[in-house]
Each structure stands twice: as structure tokens, then as C-alpha cells.
């Protein structure tokens, strides 16, 4: 007999378990199916979420402890004029200043799997059922509705709604005709290398901040073809990523050009010749793993494909599946987070309205459309227009669209829709206030003692080193949706060489454990999280925290301090509650001024940019400063 559920969700990444948690949530029964033995398992290794994701994502992300690899408080860029003389630009006005930063952070580092893990099991809590090692082939349809899925082994699991969270290119949509297949232009395939580095030599040498390197086509540092290349570093807790990524635009004449070819020969060069990673990171790193996957990144920049659905009767589509991935940062979690919950709403009205036809899901689609941040991150263009600045060696464009894509010109476009998504969410929900403020304290005290609530099978260091133990990718294997391939044709063909079997994989260069699994004898910080109660002074006195030594002289007491603030946001709690009202109604009446917001922020931006070197020179003196915050925080566990 046919199984029956409210809502079956496909795919549990970033977006499925979010909307899947809110359908069960209201009551709905739920089913989320994935194809990965384990959640997040197909998502690439690792990434950076940016901060907004976070503020204005699920709140049961925000309010709690996901496993988290380190803060993120900016981006240093490398503007590569000549390597061979050492001619190099850095703009690094992206960073928050200490003692701001790492408390308050841009974004957080994060292994997609034991995130994806964890996101899983609170939607299991909240009542869903989760199955994995399921693939979906096909969307199952009764008349011209959607009305289920089909499984591999050929069963129909039936849904008065199905929520599409397969991911980037979306093979079960396209096979039901409601999407059509990309073009290879907007395809960017990313060729992955994962490090084990000591965690005192991450901290010391590449901080909190991620490395981008940016350079003229000539030198075969950053890829050379398409649109839109990048090459970035990121820092995790014990780890480093290395990761270039290119579009599939086709050659002249239609042939695919040998990708695997020359990411080999640039990534050689840049661990040669780039003087920080050859001299800093070559000789302590140890490559562990290589991968690759595909994602699609300039769907919104295309006019007919930006208008493709993302519904159909009885079906919602989100996140990367939906086409949502940012077009400038390649942040797609966001996005599907964001449309998760929107999705999950749209559905959850829809079903107990007893009518789940187009007409009623396309609220959906007109909700993500109107999404400020959603409709931001999908048409920045700094990423698409660099490719010119690099063909044709103009610096000064290079510059602008490198400072204004991850320099701290990136305000004067994600000013407005960063206010107008902060102040429809204080209409919806005041106290959201109070939750922002409490979240990067938390997430801080989170990344120090690695203290993320635990994950289903109560072994969360296993997770990291696991992440490498993936078999390798074999043909076909990648492949979803009943065998249809996903532009195989073009990615194989792009990584004609050794080791490439798919459009994603997994190379595994070592077995052993990552040191981090391993407690040192004597790792202060080790012995905390285990016996989770400490002296936060020998805490303090004994460890290197991350990147900046403290100093011991000073015994302060955080204690009181702490108290105060404790009371402090309590009372602000109070506050916050008693003028809900207000406040919401403030936000609302202040909507119009938040399209202001970029106009003012490209007027201030060289004030800003004066104040913020000034500050940037004064951090050193600051230093005691940022070691009592950090005391305090310690201290509060
Ligand atoms: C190399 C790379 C780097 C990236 N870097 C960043 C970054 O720094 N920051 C950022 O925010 N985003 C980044 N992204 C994008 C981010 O990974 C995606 O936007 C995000 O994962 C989208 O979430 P999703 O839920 O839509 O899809 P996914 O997270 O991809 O989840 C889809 C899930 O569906 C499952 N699935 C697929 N087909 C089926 C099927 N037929 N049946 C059952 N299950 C199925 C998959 O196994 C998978 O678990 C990056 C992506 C790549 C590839």
C-alpha cells in the first residue's frame, strides 16, 4: 500500500530539514528523504555562512548552537599584479576591527556535514521523519498535480505537498517540466582542497579572516576562463579549504575546456608562488582531501531563467534547486534557509486551506521574489564584471568591483535590503532584538570550546575527520533523479583527467585522524570541554587562544561585569517586550527610509573607510581590551 504523509521534503542539506522542522511543527506529518547515507553528505566539505543568514534565518538556528568551525570577520584580498616581482595589492577593508571581532563576526566556517547533521536532528525532534540512503527518481503526479514522490526502488510516497530541496540544478523539477536544464554558462564547478594545519598555526597565520586572490589571466594563479573565477582560502578549526572555481562556459566551438588540466597547473602555482602560502602555509600544511562539485551562480542574472518556477500544483521549490545561490559570494545558505521557511508557510497555509494548486503556492514565489536579501544576493554583478577587469588588465576596475564585492564597499548595495530585512523581522517579532545580541556571544563561546549541543549519534568530533572518509565518487554515482545526468556531459568532460569520475567527489588522501579528535594531555582547553567546569583563569593563562596571545598580567574579576550584563539584557528583555508594539510599528514606519540606506553608505564610505584604518592601527593597544571581553565570556559558562 501507497504511503501517505502531509508534506514529503527532498533533500536534507541547508534548506530541507528547515522547512521540513516548520511543517512538523505546525502539526503537519512530515517526511524528509535523502539520498546521503548522512545529511549533508553531497554539499561540498565546508563554507562560510555569512552573518545575515544567521540573523534573519530560522530561529531555531539563531537561538542555538550549531557546530560551527571558527568566526569569520572579514576577507583579506589579494590583488596579484605581477607574482613573479611580488607586485601584490591587499584590500582588506572588509574586517571587523578588534575587540569587536571574533565576537561579532561576518559569517561562520562551517563543515557542511555535521551542520547539515545537526539541522536534521532538530527537525526530528520536532517531530519529522527522517530517511536517509532514499533517492527520489521522479515527482509523482496525479492528473496535472504533484502528488508524492517515487522512490529508486520504484515505491510512491504520497504528499498533499512536496517541498523540492534537492539542490543545485534541480534534476527532479526539470525531469517534471517545471525548470529548465542551465546552460553551462552559469554552471561554476569548484575544485575543492582541504589541509589539516595545526590549529595554533591557523590561528596565527590566517586569523579569522578568509583570503581571496584575484589576478590577471596571464599569470595562472585564479582560472582563467568563463566568468567570474575566484580563488579563496578559508581557515576552520584545524583545517584549511583551498578552493578555485570556474564557470562551464564552453570554448569556442562548443568544446569544454580541460578544467582539471588547469586547476592542477594554477593551484600549483599558487601554493609556489604566492609568498604567503608558499612561505606561511606550504611547508605546515598537509592536503588531506580534494574535491569538486558544481553549483549553479548566475541564474539571477539571466532574465528568462531568474523567471523559471519555482512552484508548481502541490510542489515548492527552494534554495539552490530554486536557482538561489548568490551570484557575488557563492553563499547559497542563506537563501535556502530563507526560503525554506517561506516555502514551509506558504505550504502549511495552503494544506490546512484544503487548495495546494499553483495559484495558492505562487504566494511562494512572490514571497522570495520581494525578499530583500534574497533578491540582493542574486543580482550583484561585482563577481560577473571582475572577468572583464582581468581581461583586459584594467586595475582601477579590478579594484572597484573587488572592494565592492568583498571590500567594505559592499555597503553601498547590501546596506538597504541588510535594514529592510532587520526591520520587517522587528515588525514580525520584536524580541528578535534581543535574540541578535545574545547570538554572536554565544556562538563565540560556542567556536571556543567547540560546546555545539550535540548532534544525533553523540560523537560530534567524528564528524570533522569523517567528512574524509566518503567513498570516492564512482560514474554515475552523482548522478540523481533516475540517471539523469547532471551536465555530466560538460563537467566530465571539463575534468578530463585523472580521478575524475562525476560532477562531485571526493578524493580521500589520508585515513588518519585529524590531531584535533585526539585530546592532548594537558590542553587546558581540551580538559574544559570535556569536564565542561574550569578555572576560567588557568583557562586563560595556559591556552593561546586564536590568534592573539593573551596576557596574564592583569587578573580581573568578570564576574560582576558579567552579572551586569546578564541583568542588563534581562532588563532589555523586559524593554523590549513592553514596547513590542512600538517598536514594531517604528520599523515599519522606518521601511521607506531604509532605501536610503545605500545612498548614505556610498556618501560616508570614505569616512568610514578613514575610521576604520585608524581603528585597524589601534588594535594592538587594544589588545588587553579584547582579552577581558574574552575573560568575561569564558567566564559565563
Ligand atoms: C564549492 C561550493 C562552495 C560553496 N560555498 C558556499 C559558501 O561559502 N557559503 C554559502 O552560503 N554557500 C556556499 N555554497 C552553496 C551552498 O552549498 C548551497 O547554496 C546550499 O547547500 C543550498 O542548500 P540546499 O538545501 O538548497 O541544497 P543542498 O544543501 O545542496 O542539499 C540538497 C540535498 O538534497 C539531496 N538530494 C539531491 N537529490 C536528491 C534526490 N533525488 N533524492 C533525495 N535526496 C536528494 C542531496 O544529497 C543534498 O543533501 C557553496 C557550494 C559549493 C558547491
Same mark, same amino acid.
Given at each position: 500500500?501507497?504511503?501517505s504523509y502531509?508534506?514529503?521534503?527532498i533533500?536534507?542539506?541547508f534548506?530541507g530539514p528547515?522547512?521540513?522542522?516548520k511543517?512538523?511543527l505546525?502539526?503537519?506529518?512530515?517526511?524528509l528523504?535523502?539520498?546521503?547515507?548522512?545529511?549533508?553528505?553531497?554539499v561540498?566539505?565546508?563554507?562560510?555562512?555569512?552573518?545575515y543568514?544567521?540573523?534573519f534565518?530560522?530561529?531555531f538556528?539563531?537561538?542555538?548552537n550549531?557546530?560551527i568551525?571558527?568566526?569569520?570577520?572579514?576577507?583579506?584580498?589579494?590583488i596579484?599584479?605581477?607574482?613573479?616581482r611580488?607586485d601584490?595589492e591587499?584590500?582588506?577593508?572588509?574586517?571587523?576591527?578588534r575587540?569587536?571581532?571574533p565576537?561579532?563576526?561576518?559569517?561562520?566556517?562551517a563543515?557542511?556535514r555535521?551542520?547539515?547533521?545537526?539541522?536534521a536532528d532538530? +527537525?526530528?525532534?520536532?517531530?519529522?521523519?527522517?530517511?536517509?540512503?532514499?533517492?527520489?527518481?521522479?515527482?509523482y503526479?496525479?492528473?496535472?498535480?504533484?502528488?508524492g514522490?517515487?522512490?529508486e526502488?520504484?515505491?510512491?510516497?504520497?504528499?498533499?505537498?512536496?517541498?523540492?530541496?534537492?539542490?543545485s540544478?534541480?534534476?527532479?523539477?526539470?525531469k517534471?517540466?517545471v525548470r529548465k536544464k542551465y546552460?553551462?554558462?552559469?554552471?561554476?564547478?569548484?575544485?575543492?582542497?582541504d589541509?589539516?594545519?595545526?590549529?595554533?598555526?591557523?590561528?596565527?597565520?590566517?586569523?579569522f579572516?578568509?583570503r581571496?586572490v584575484?589576478?590577471?589571466?596571464?599569470?595562472?594563479?585564479?582560472p582563467?576562463?568563463?566568468?567570474?573565477?575566484g580563488?579563496?582560502?578559508?581557515?576552520y578549526?584545524?583545517?584549511?579549504?583551498?578552493?578555485?572555481?570556474?564557470?562551464?562556459k564552453?570554448?569556442?566551438?562548443?568544446?569544454?575546456?580541460?578544467? +582539471?588540466?588547469?586547476?592542477?597547473?594554477?593551484?600549483?602555482?599558487?601554493?609556489?608562488?604566492l609568498?604567503?602560502?608558499?612561505d606561511?602555509?606550504a611547508?605546515?600544511?598537509?592536503?588531506?582531501?580534494?574535491?569538486?562539485?558544481?553549483f549553479?551562480?548566475?541564474?539571477?542574472?539571466?532574465?528568462?531563467?531568474?523567471?523559471m518556477?519555482?512552484?508548481?500544483?502541490?510542489l515548492?521549490?527552494i534554495?539552490?534547486?530554486?536557482?538561489?545561490?548568490?551570484?557575488?559570494?557563492c553563499?547559497?545558505?542563506p537563501?535556502?534557509?530563507?526560503?525554506?521557511?517561506?516555502?514551509a508557510?506558504?505550504?502549511?497555509?495552503?494544506i490546512?486551506?484544503?487548495?495546494?494548486?499553483?495559484?495558492?503556492?505562487?504566494?511562494?514565489?512572490m514571497?522570495?521574489?520581494?525578499?530583500?536579501?534574497i533578491?540582493?544576493?542574486?543580482?550583484?554583478?561585482n563577481r560577473?564584471?571582475?572577468r572583464?577587469?582581468?581581461?583586459?588588465?584594467?586595475?582601477?576596475?579590478?579594484r572597484?568591483?573587488?572592494?565592492?564585492?568583498?571590500? &567594505?564597499g559592499a555597503?553601498?548595495?547590501?546596506?538597504?535590503?541588510?535594514l529592510?530585512?532587520?526591520?520587517?523581522?522587528?515588525q514580525?517579532n520584536?524580541?528578535v532584538?534581543t535574540?541578535?545580541?545574545?547570538?554572536?556571544?554565544?556562538y563565540?563561546?560556542?567556536?571556543?570550546?567547540?560546546?555545539?549541543?550535540?548532534?544525533?549519534?553523540?560523537?560530534?568530533?567524528?564528524?570533522?575527520?569523517? +567528512?574524509?572518509?566518503?567513498?570516492?565518487?564512482?560514474?554515475?554515482?552523482?548522478?540523481?533523479?533516475g540517471? &539523469?545526468p547532471?551536465?555530466?556531459?560538460?563537467?566530465?568532460?571539463?575534468?578530463?583527467?585523472?580521478?575524475?569520475?562525476?560532477?562531485?567527489?571526493?578524493?580521500t588522501?589520508?585515513?588518519?585522524?585529524?590531531?584535533?579528535?585526539?585530546?592532548t594531555p594537558?590542553?587546558?582547553?581540551?580538559e574544559?570541554?570535556?569536564?565542561r567546569?574550569?578555572?576560567?583563569?588557568?583557562?586563560i593563562?595556559d591556552?593561546?587562544?586564536?590568534g592573539?596571545?593573551t596576557?596574564?598580567?592583569?587578573?580581573?574579576?568578570?564576574?560582576?561585569?558579567l552579572?551586569?550584563?546578564?541583568k542588563?539584557?534581562?532588563?532589555l528583555d523586559?524593554?523590549?517586550f513592553?514596547?513590542?508594539?512600538?517598536?514594531?510599528?517604528t520599523a515599519?514606519?522606518?521601511?521607506?527610509?531604509?532605501?536610503?540606506?545605500?545612498?548614505?553608505?556610498?556618501?560616508?564610505?570614505?569616512?568610514v573607510?578613514?575610521i576604520l584604518?585608524?581603528?585597524?592601527?589601534?588594535?594592538?593597544?587594544?589588545?588587553?581590551?579584547t582579552?577581558?571581553?574574552?575573560?568575561?565570556l569564558?567566564?559565563?559558562r
Amino acid at each position: 500500500m501507497d504511503e501517505s504523509y502531509d508534506v514529503v521534503v527532498i533533500g536534507a542539506g541547508f534548506g530541507g530539514p528547515v522547512a521540513a522542522r516548520k511543517c512538523a511543527l505546525a502539526g503537519l506529518k512530515t517526511l524528509l528523504l535523502e539520498r546521503s547515507a548522512r545529511p549533508g553528505e553531497k554539499v561540498i566539505s565546508g563554507l562560510t555562512i555569512p552573518f545575515y543568514g544567521f540573523l534573519f534565518g530560522p530561529d531555531f538556528i539563531r537561538d542555538g548552537n550549531p557546530p560551527i568551525e571558527r568566526p569569520v570577520d572579514g576577507i583579506v584580498n589579494y590583488i596579484v599584479k605581477d607574482i613573479e616581482r611580488g607586485d601584490i595589492e591587499v584590500d582588506d577593508s572588509l574586517r571587523i576591527p578588534r575587540p569587536l571581532s571574533p565576537v561579532l563576526a561576518f559569517g561562520y566556517n562551517a563543515y557542511c556535514r555535521p551542520f547539515c547533521q545537526w539541522e536534521a536532528d532538530r +527537525a526530528v525532534e520536532a517531530g519529522v521523519e527522517l530517511r536517509t540512503s532514499v533517492t527520489v527518481t521522479e515527482l509523482y503526479r496525479e492528473d496535472s498535480r504533484v502528488a508524492g514522490v517515487i522512490t529508486e526502488d520504484g515505491k510512491v510516497i504520497k504528499a498533499r505537498a512536496v517541498i523540492d530541496a534537492e539542490g543545485s540544478q534541480a534534476l527532479l523539477a526539470v525531469k517534471a517540466g517545471v525548470r529548465k536544464k542551465y546552460p553551462p554558462d552559469v554552471i561554476s564547478l569548484a575544485d575543492v582542497y582541504d589541509y589539516r594545519m595545526d590549529k595554533d598555526r591557523v590561528d596565527r597565520i590566517l586569523g579569522f579572516s578568509n583570503r581571496f586572490v584575484w589576478a590577471w589571466d596571464e599569470q595562472r594563479l585564479a582560472p582563467p576562463l568563463g566568468f567570474g573565477n575566484g580563488l579563496m582560502v578559508w581557515p576552520y578549526r584545524e583545517s584549511i579549504h583551498f578552493m578555485q572555481d570556474q564557470c562551464l562556459k564552453m570554448e569556442r566551438g562548443g568544446k569544454a575546456p580541460n578544467l +582539471a588540466r588547469l586547476f592542477r597547473e594554477y593551484h600549483r602555482n599558487i601554493t609556489s608562488k604566492l609568498p604567503w602560502w608558499r612561505d606561511e602555509i606550504a611547508p605546515h600544511a598537509e592536503l588531506r582531501a580534494h574535491m569538486w562539485d558544481s553549483f549553479e551562480i548566475y541564474v539571477g542574472l539571466d532574465g528568462e531563467l531568474r523567471k523559471m518556477p519555482m512552484c508548481a500544483n502541490g510542489l515548492l521549490i527552494i534554495g539552490d534547486a530554486a536557482g538561489l545561490e548568490s551570484t557575488e559570494l557563492c553563499d547559497g545558505v542563506p537563501a535556502a534557509w530563507f526560503s525554506a521557511e517561506l516555502a514551509a508557510e506558504t505550504a502549511i497555509e495552503a494544506i490546512f486551506g484544503g487548495d495546494v494548486s499553483e495559484r495558492k503556492l505562487r504566494k511562494y514565489q512572490m514571497r522570495v521574489e520581494s525578499h530583500p536579501l534574497i533578491r540582493w544576493s542574486i543580482s550583484g554583478t561585482n563577481r560577473y564584471d571582475l572577468r572583464y577587469a582581468q581581461k583586459s588588465h584594467d586595475i582601477r576596475l579590478l579594484r572597484k568591483c573587488v572592494h565592492n564585492g568583498w571590500g &567594505v564597499g559592499a555597503f553601498t548595495h547590501a546596506s538597504t535590503p541588510l535594514l529592510l530585512t532587520a526591520l520587517r523581522a522587528i515588525q514580525e517579532n520584536p524580541m528578535v532584538i534581543t535574540s541578535w545580541l545574545r547570538m554572536f556571544p554565544r556562538y563565540f563561546r560556542n567556536w571556543l570550546f567547540e560546546s555545539f549541543d550535540p548532534l544525533s549519534d553523540d560523537r560530534p568530533e567524528v564528524f570533522r575527520c569523517d +567528512a574524509y572518509k566518503a567513498p570516492k565518487s564512482t560514474p554515475g554515482e552523482s548522478t540523481a533523479a533516475g540517471g &539523469v545526468p547532471e551536465h555530466s556531459s560538460v563537467v566530465t568532460e571539463a575534468l578530463a583527467g585523472p580521478g575524475t569520475g562525476g560532477s562531485a567527489g571526493v578524493e580521500t588522501l589520508g585515513t588518519e585522524e585529524p590531531s584535533s579528535v585526539v585530546a592532548t594531555p594537558g590542553d587546558p582547553l581540551k580538559e574544559a570541554r570535556e569536564s565542561r567546569s574550569f578555572s576560567s583563569n588557568e583557562v586563560i593563562n595556559d591556552a593561546p587562544l586564536r590568534g592573539w596571545e593573551t596576557q596574564t598580567g592583569s587578573q580581573i574579576s568578570g564576574g560582576t561585569l558579567l552579572r551586569m550584563a546578564q541583568k542588563g539584557l534581562a532588563c532589555l528583555d523586559g524593554l523590549v517586550f513592553m514596547l513590542g508594539p512600538a517598536l514594531s510599528g517604528t520599523a515599519k514606519l522606518m521601511e521607506p527610509l531604509a532605501r536610503l540606506a545605500n545612498p548614505v553608505a556610498t556618501a560616508a564610505l570614505p569616512v568610514v573607510e578613514v575610521i576604520l584604518k585608524g581603528w585597524r592601527r589601534m588594535e594592538p593597544l587594544l589588545e588587553p581590551i579584547t582579552e577581558r571581553i574574552t575573560r568575561l565570556l569564558v567566564e559565563s559558562r
